[in-house]
């Protein structure tokens, strides 16, 4: 069977391998810390549930138009307006089926061959795969957990080339956790002005900042950019609405119309009953936002303490997201099974084993030797998850 070249470059996702292996386990009637998984484990919020009830009781089961209803685009651009300090209009949204696909959307229309994509390390393990899957090459900057996880002015400069086709900037990150101050970001900004490519703003996890960080939009930083600054946005974190597969991406007309093109050959448009829930979690009430938040932050603070007792763990505290990201150097040399750990994912796959943790590789993310630990879970499976990683790193130690 001959598959597609442009495949050959491109790594199936860690992230769901490592689910996989964890599921197997727990079919097996293993109990397993999932600290792997990136999603929220909260509901989300009734009013968006009613929403979907209510479409289905109307009968909304046609198609709609293949960027979204209109109701839902307006409502995406008065978020915009409260939340991003900018104010698109709705010829500019593509409501997609996830941010993922906002972004899957984007490489088919922007990225082709001779394409540089420049995408700060430790990366969302998509980003460069979906650059790869265009033939386009994602260029890896990378940053240092003793800079923050933040890249500098000077060291995105350095990388962009007369072949720069986009920046891909996520803030807050996954898999770090990191969020830039607005200063930060300005600086970045004022680099992107001196050049001529697309600015990919990944705002996903932009309400989940902590100890009342601010979070600034790049599209409120710098209106200027607008003309080449795309948004792409979500319900999957801010309203714990993963599986119901809505985002969206707010990007100038021309561009925005060519992603009406693409989504009009590909999927058509995302479910509409899961438009309906989205439009009643932008518009219904937001409090379970804040309630989410606070619970996050309470879990990070449990989360890097319990991984900072483990002996050869060391975790720095994360703005943003919910993901702590942890050196596990620490571990290396340690006697698992015939050998002795000497990779992150040795780590991750001890862990799994012997700790029934499910963490991912930061391979997967651009950056060996650490781990993804999510804390999406609650504190009581946190606390007994890494009590479970300090018993099986002890009794390796022996
Ligand atoms: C940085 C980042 N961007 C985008 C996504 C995709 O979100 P969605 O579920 O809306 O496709 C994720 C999900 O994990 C993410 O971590």
Same mark, same amino acid.
């Given at each position: 069977m001959k598959l597609a070249a442009r495949l050959h470059a491109v790594q199936p996702s860690v992230t769901l391998a490592m689910s996989a292996r964890a599921a197997e386990l727990r079919q097996s009637g293993t109990d397993v810390f999932?600290?792997?998984?990136?999603? +929220?484990d909260f509901e989300p919020p009734d009013a968006v549930l009613d929403a979907a009830r209510e479409a289905i009781g109307k009968g909304v089961s046609k198609y709609t138009a293949v960027t979204g209803i209109a109701p839902l685009k307006a409502a995406i651009c008065d978020h915009a307006r409260r939340k991003k300090g900018f104010s698109p209009v709705p010829e500019q949204v593509t409501v997609t089926v996830g941010a993922k696909h906002a972004l899957f959307n984007l490489a088919i229309a922007l990225f082709e061959p001779g394409d540089e994509v420049l995408i700060p390390s +430790?990366?969302?393990?998509?980003y460069p795969e979906q650059v790869r899957m265009m033939g386009a090459e994602p260029v890896i900057v990378p940053t240092r957990e003793e800079d923050g996880w933040r890249m500098s002015g000077a060291a995105l400069a350095a990388a962009v080339t007369p072949r720069t086709k986009a920046l891909i900037l996520c803030t807050p990150s996954n898999p770090t956790g990191a969020a830039y101050t607005p200063a930060e970001l300005r600086a970045l900004l004022e680099v992107v002005r001196a050049g001529d490519y697309w600015l990919i703003a990944d705002e996903i996890y932009a309400e989940l900042s902590y100890d009342g960080a601010s979070i600034r939009s790049v599209a409120e930083l710098a209106p200027d950019l607008l003309d080449r600054t795309v948004i792409v946005d979500g319900g999957s974190t801010t309203y714990a609405m993963t599986g119901w597969r809505i985002g969206w991406a707010i990007s100038p007309r021309p561009l925005a119309k060519a992603l009406d093109t693409v989504q009009g050959q590909s999927t058509?448009?995302?479910s509409a009953i899961a438009q309906h829930a989205a439009l009643a979690a932008l518009?219904?009430?937001?409090e379970a936002i804040s309630r989410m938040r606070d619970a996050f932050q309470a879990r990070r603070d449990v989360m890097v303490a319990e991984l900072n007792a483990v002996p050869g763990v060391r975790c720095r505290v994360p703005e943003g997201a919910f993901y702590a990201f942890a050196d596990c150097r620490g571990l290396y040399g340690l006697p698992w099974g015939?050998?002795?750990?000497?990779s992150d994912e040795d780590v991750a796959f001890f862990l799994l084993e012997k700790a029934h943790v499910a963490a991912v590789p930061g391979g997967a993310f651009g950056a060996p030797g650490y781990v993804r630990f999510s804390y999406a879970t609650s504190e009581e499976r946190i606390r007994a998850g890494v009590a479970s990683m300090r018993q099986a790193v002890a009794a390796a130690r022996g």
């Open positions: 999932a600290f792997g998984v990136g999603e +929220p +430790p990366f969302w393990v998509s058509t448009n995302p518009t219904g009430p937001q015939e050998k002795r750990i000497a």
